[in-house]
């Protein structure tokens, strides 16, 4: 109450964005005269004087209002698009880094365009990112006309490019690509070893679009690359084969608000009695008990055709937010795998992580984030939360038209398809375009079922059929015209009332560069225009919702497909009682209300109630969901700071800085290391362990030291000074080739341990919600444990590194030649040989990048040989014990 007067009082907090904007928007107009005076050649001139004015010192801020008007001016020269003033309204929030709200229709694309090109000036790099190859490429190709006429270059990134591709698109003043390959490019930049190699440049300017989908819903899942574990496959065929005899409530329990499985006392008892084993629950078989739960989830909550689809013999999952394929991508920890035993299709290894990363931390890595998308104060919270993100809602070029009517429900779902198709029926005999929105592939076809018996006419996109999603969405405003999408409707892709004369042109003539497309473009558009006037006389684009989805924000994106610059339009959502919204909340007390008032089957309840009772279990849905993203941003957080660390570690290494004070520096705490533990300052003569620190220098260093009736201080200096002299030698005997060799060596250690970091990792994160049992906050035991395994991390990397460097030998023959044609990528140190000079153990190259799979074609006149020289009686080192074995 008290808001909605201050509201009165001072306006809302949009309305005050809105004329703190205005004045800015009033400069760009005031310009629009002077600017259209210019030729052609003056207008992209005007790319080199602001080029050269921030080179000065001035910032984008001071140059925008005459760069949006240039931009604008050069829109309309080359692509025939003049920004409304809403539209720089949208543009100025995104280059202060904000969200810009702006419905379907209203020219998200267009407005992008203003603040790419003003902050592609800067020459730092400006990305767009989007959610799909389809989109990237075709919007790179239409504004790339724009950027190239102004003398900005553009790139654009997609999946199947080569390194040499990637990195000039990066390179490139604007660079359009989808969030995934962007993620994963990081990630692979920092497994390679040499800065020559990265295709990416530092993080400075990106726009998200669709950012609602990018930040808020794919963010539940981080990015991992891994590589094949060597466990065995066999037990998800075993455990697959027991699941049929579970039965559900008497075995096991079903939780589908947080997807999850678990077993019943009857169901332990009855799975140890199926798979032979005393007791489920004893340490030796809690992998088991894992992977029946996962079996459990993979039958019961995972579904063929919803959550995925089997494509070329092959597990494929359905991103539950958009309906499209998501190919390469798999659910970890066992399930992708009781998956694919459930399906009987080939069950792959498991993968090791060998390096992720959440989109939450991969994106605040940017100087200067902003998004855009049609649907985001639903969710200004969680921007401001995560991202440090303002939501901006845009106004409309044109007042909304549409007509948004209350949802109705029914008890069953075949009640629901029936009226639906009715009401189909209806519309389409009348001429009215019809879209109809689905939640899944599964309730797609069934919908597409009861269409076919009334022999109704239409056309479905779903992951099945999503190569010709451009051209379905494109056509679906034609008269009469009746589309079945599932949650993907339009995208990018807007659907215009008659219909789109580009798209059929192209359809009808193929080529969009000969004599006969521009005919038939004259010809389809004369064709579109008079559609169009017949489907606003019907009352334009009809949208059919056949359930609720979980976020109130796809219900709204599928209602904006309608009503786009101010044309008329209607949306109405169609439930019953067995759709998984309702019945999962809320369902059971309206179904009481219903057999209460003694409602048939076929008779539909409108009522505000109800409406209001859905919308608030989507707000418990959205608000749990929320907690699952900032639960993994939590945890993540903890690991995002050991990554920066390493990362920036290894970017130190490959850039050559310091080699050798690392090295130093690492010497001294392994040192340190070795005396404290064996002969502490404070200790007595009798309490030092001189055994244990002989052995620990002999394993490290390659020697001992006569320790007996010397005190600390002595013997330290006795061991720094043979120390001293074993590096002094190493140098001396690898001459200019040291600092490359222990550059090897330190990024070997480092890549090889930060991935068996990344796995002790996963295996407390797996069972740290346990602690919770003993009254402990399972984070603050996980950042503990956490924080242990990184000063163990970085213990090994140094133990392993001085080991190394102390030890290796260069011998053979053709040293130097072979030497500079050493390429670091062409190295795997991890499995130097400890052997002594006489073995020649050769050092064999292979290709280390992406960690997986190996590949050798480097100079093999080289022989490395590890251990400094040697008496023979010396003690064998752990290489040599293995060695015998």
Not at 403 to 429: G, L, P, Q, S
Not at 685 to 705: D, I, K
Request: aromatic content about 6%.
């Amino acid at each position: 109450m008290v808001q909605k007067i201050l509201a009165k009082l001072f306006g809302t907090h949009h309305d005050r964005e809105m004329k703190k904007i205005q004045p800015i928007v009033d400069k760009i107009n005031s310009l629009e005269e002077s600017i259209k005076k210019l030729s052609d050649d003056q207008l992209k001139h005007k790319t080199v004087e602001f080029r050269e004015r921030l080179a000065k010192g001035e910032t984008v801020f001071d140059i925008l209002p005459e760069a949006f008007a240039v931009c604008r001016e050069a829109s309309i020269r080359t692509l025939g698009m003049r920004h409304y003033d809403v539209q720089m309204i949208g543009g100025v929030v995104l280059n202060r880094g904000g969200i810009a709200e702006m419905r379907t229709g209203e020219g998200k694309t267009l407005v992008a365009t203003l603040p790419v090109y003003l902050n592609g000036l800067t020459g730092k790099g400006c990305h767009v990112v989007s959610v799909n190859d389809y989109l990237v490429k075709r919007d790179c190709e239409e504004m790339g006309r724009l950027y190239n006429w102004l003398g900005l270059t553009t790139g654009v990134i997609v999946h199947g490019m080569t390194d040499e591709q990637r990195r000039a698109a990066y390179n490139a003043d604007i660079t359009y690509c989808t969030n995934n390959e962007i993620g994963f490019d990081y990630l692979r930049d920092n497994m390679k070893f040499d800065l020559a190699d990265y295709v990416q440049r530092k993080p400075h300017f990106a726009i998200v679009d669709e950012c609602d989908s990018i930040l808020i819903d794919e963010a539940r899942t981080p990015l991992i690359i891994s590589g094949p574990a060597e466990a065995s496959t066999d037990k998800y065929y075993v455990i697959d084969k027991i699941i049929p005899f579970l039965k559900k409530d008497t075995h096991f329990t079903i939780e589908e608000k947080s997807k999850s499985a678990s077993l019943t006392e009857e169901g332990n008892q009855e799975v140890e009695k199926l798979l032979k084993l005393d007791n489920l629950y004893d340490p030796q078989n809690i992998e088991i008990l894992h992977h029946v739960n996962q079996a459990l989830r993979a039958h019961h909550l995972y579904r063929l055709d919803v959550e995925y689809m089997i494509k070329d013999g092959e597990i494929v999952i359905v991103d539950e937010f958009t309906g499209r394929l998501m190919p390469g991508r798999r659910w970890s920890d066992g399930l992708h795998q009781a998956i694919e035993a459930k399906e009987k299709v080939e069950v792959k290894n498991e993968n090791q992580t060998l390096a992720t990363i959440t989109f939450q931390n991969y994106f605040r890595m940017y100087d200067k984030l902003s998004g855009m998308t049609g649907t985001a104060d639903t969710e200004a919270v969680e921007f401001r939360k995560i991202y440090n993100l303002g939501v901006t809602v845009i106004p409309t070029n044109k007042p909304i038209q549409r007509m948004d009517k209350e949802d109705i429900v029914f008890k069953t779902e075949n009640a629901k398809y029936k009226a639906i198709v009715n009401d189909i029926r209806e519309r389409h005999a009348k001429g009215q375009p019809v879209l109809v929105g689905t939640a899944s592939i599964e309730k797609s076809e069934a919908i597409s079922r009861f269409l076919k018996n009334e022999g109704i006419r239409h056309d479905v996109l779903n992951a099945k059929h999503h190569e010709r999603e451009a051209e379905i969405i494109a056509l679906a405003g034609r008269k009469g015209a009746i589309t079945i999408a599932t949650n993907m409707a339009g995208r990018g892709t807007d659907i215009r009332l008659g219909g789109n004369p580009e798209v059929l042109a192209k359809k009808a003539v193929g080529n969009d560069d000969t004599p006969e497309y521009t005919d038939a473009l004259q010809r389809y558009k004369a064709q579109v225009d008079a559609e169009k006037q017949e489907v606003l006389h019907a009352g334009g684009l009809y949208i059919v919702g056949t359930e609720r989805h979980e976020s109130r924000r796809i219900d709204n994106q599928l209602r904006g497909r309608s009503g786009r610059q101010g044309d008329p339009g209607e949306s109405m959502f169609y439930l019953s009682l067995e759709d998984n919204l309702m019945r999962i909340f809320n369902g059971e007390r309206i179904q009481k209300i219903m057999t209460m008032l003694n409602i048939p089957e076929d008779e539909p309840i409108v009522h505000k109630m109800v409406t209001n009772a859905i919308e608030g279990a989507q707000r418990k849905v959205e608000g749990h969901n929320f907690d699952i993203r900032k639960h993994l941003l939590d945890y993540d957080d903890v690991m995002n700071q050991q990554r920066h660390a390493i990362y920036s570690l290894r970017r130190q290494i490959l850039e050559g800085k310091d080699i050798e004070r690392t090295l130093l520096d690492y010497m001294g705490d392994v040192v340190s290391n070795i005396l404290d533990s064996f002969i502490p300052a404070t200790a007595k003569p009798h309490e030092m362990n001189f055994e244990g620190l002989n052995n620990a220098l002999m394993q490290q260093f390659g020697f001992r030291v006569n320790a007996e009736g010397k005190n600390s201080q002595a013997v330290e200096a006795e061991i720094t000074e043979n120390i001293k002299k074993i590096y002094d030698m190493q140098k001396k005997s690898m001459g200019p080739f040291f600092e490359q060799i222990s550059k090897m060596i330190l990024l070997n250690a480092i890549d090889q341990k930060w991935k068996e970091h990344l796995y002790t990792i996963d295996k407390v994160k797996e069972g740290i919600n346990l602690r919770a049992y003993g009254q402990k906050d399972p984070l603050i035991e996980y950042k503990k444990e956490a924080f242990k395994a990184f000063e163990n991390l970085n213990h090994i990397i140094k133990t392993e590194t001085i080991e190394k460097v102390m030890r290796v030998q260069l011998v053979g023959e053709g040293l130097e030649e072979a030497m500079q044609r050493m390429r670091p990528e062409d190295q795997d140190m991890e499995e130097l040989n400890y052997s002594s000079p006489d073995e020649n153990a050769a050092f064999q190259p292979t290709n280390m990048n992406a960690g997986m799979e190996a590949v050798s074609d480097a100079p093999q006149k080289r022989k490395i040989v590890t251990g400094p020289p040697r008496n023979d009686d010396r003690p064998m080192n752990r290489a040599d014990r293995r060695k015998k074995k």
